[in-house]
């Protein structure tokens, strides 16, 4: 609603009026708005923003709309926004930006900067060392709380985070220990920070994957994170937000694997269908060909299906059970995997757990698929199926699924074993997988109750 009303102001260029009820907003509503607006419309009202609000909404729209603000406003304007916005922000901003766009911009950043963003850039991505910011209060141990205060009114402004302030060296910058805002604020003045500070501090390397980094702040509840080198010296923070993003974007790329599609991290309205074509394709064409192997096994048992064709008329659903259960036990160790409550360690306990899974359900689905060939399928089909062959059918289902359980169970642990992304096992591979293998229980099983010949 608010949104029509701004729109209102734009069509009627009332930018005295547009620019104070833009101010009233939220920087995450102002970004929204200035999605909604084509590129003249955008700039202009870009311009019309002051200029901290204009800073910090920059940081919060999609990486072609930053491209966009760049490549349309001045090399001071650029300067500004760059002095405004943390490092870790520039650093993501950069790293989505063609090199002409890198180029302008490092052009108008101060030559301090300037090393710290290369410096940044060279860290391998998905490390700690991308993640961190350097904004972050320091203080030395043999300060006193008046004087730690003093520091933080000075130079806290500017600093993503205060709550936590991490005390260091001199020289040196070994990380020593951390305290909290509210300690020292409760502390007497005169108090050092070496008597108030914690020393079992958790911190990350600068080359530590962000999955463990993350699993730290779930572990501990962490806030922040100081992250260091390998001589323990401090060179900067991870904060909570970032680690809000790399989980979005780790689960993001697990769904897009589940699905056998390459991930990207571009938003699927604003991606060309060569594109997508293209990131799905391969998965697809693998999935193809490795699906032949059932055409194979059906083949073999050629001359027995044709000898008892009612058979032909259940491969679909046994099929169909057998992949649906292995994704539901891929998907969740999947996730046990992901979020750290299942080990390589734990393989034989998965697969015990899923033989006993699959025994029950596979037990209940092939008592109630009895009963319903029976009282259904003898209909629907016009003819009435022999009981034998009834009892082949749900014992293959039972099977089936038992089988299809520990499949899904134990291979995202296979994967994990031999540092295979585990997501990559899921629905696709499992049901190409299951698919082989249900038919041939149930033609194994057909051959050994029936009698039928191969």
Known sequence: ??????????????????????????????????????????IKIFRLLPKEISAEAFTHVPSDMQQTIIESITDKEISFIIDEIFLDDTIDFIEEMPSNVVRRVLKN??????K???????????????LMTIEYVSLKRTDTVERA???????????????????????????????????????APGTLIGDLMNTNVISTQTLADQEKVVSLFKKYDLTAMPVVDRENRIVGII?????????????????????????????YLKTGVFSQAGHRIMWLMILMISA???????????????????????????????????????TLVIRGLAVGEIHRVDFFRVLWKELRVGLTTGAMLGGVNFIKIIL????????????????????????????????????????????????????????????????????NLAVWILGLTV
Not at 386 to 398: C, P, R, Y
């Open 239 to 267: 904060t909570v937000d970032d680690i809000v993003e790399v989980i979005e974007q780790e689960a993001t790329e697990d769904i897009q694997k589940m699905a056998a599609v390459i991930p990207t991290e571009q938003e």
């Open 149 to 187: 205060l003093e520091i933080i009114r000075t130079h806290g402004v500017n600093k993503e985070t205060i709550n936590t302030c991490y005390v260091r060296s001199s020289p040196g910058r070994v990380l020593e220990g951390a305290v909290s805002i509210r300690d020292i604020i409760l502390a």
């Open 292 to 330: 032949t192997v059932t055409s194979h096994i059906m083949a073999g048992y050629e001359s027995m299906l044709a000898t008892s064709t009612v058979l032909l008329l259940f491969i679909p659903m046994l099929m169909g059970t057998g992949g649906n259960a292995g994704s539901q036990a891929a």
């Open 1 to 42: 609603m608010i949104f029509i009303e701004i729109k209102e102001l734009v069509e009627q260029k009332k930018w005295t009026a547009l620019k104070n009820k833009l101010t009233e907003l939220n920087i995450a509503d102002i970004a929204e708005f200035l999605e909604t607006l084509e590129k003249p419309e955008l």
């Open 376 to 443: 259904f399928d003898n209909m629907v089909f016009g003819r009435e199926i022999e009981l034998m062959v009834i009892l082949t059918i749900s014992l293959a289902l039972m099977c089936t699924v038992t089988v299809a359980k520990i499949t899904g169970g134990v291979l995202p642990i296979i994967a994990k074993f031999f540092r295979i992304d585990p997501a990559i096992m899921a629905s696709p591979i499992i049901s190409t997988s299951t698919d082989a293998i249900s038919l041939l229980v149930f033609f």
């Open 116 to 130: 710290l963003i290369n410096q940044f850039l060279n860290y391998p991505e998905d490390s700690a060392g991308s």
């Open 109 to 114: 950043t101060d030559s301090e900067n300037r």
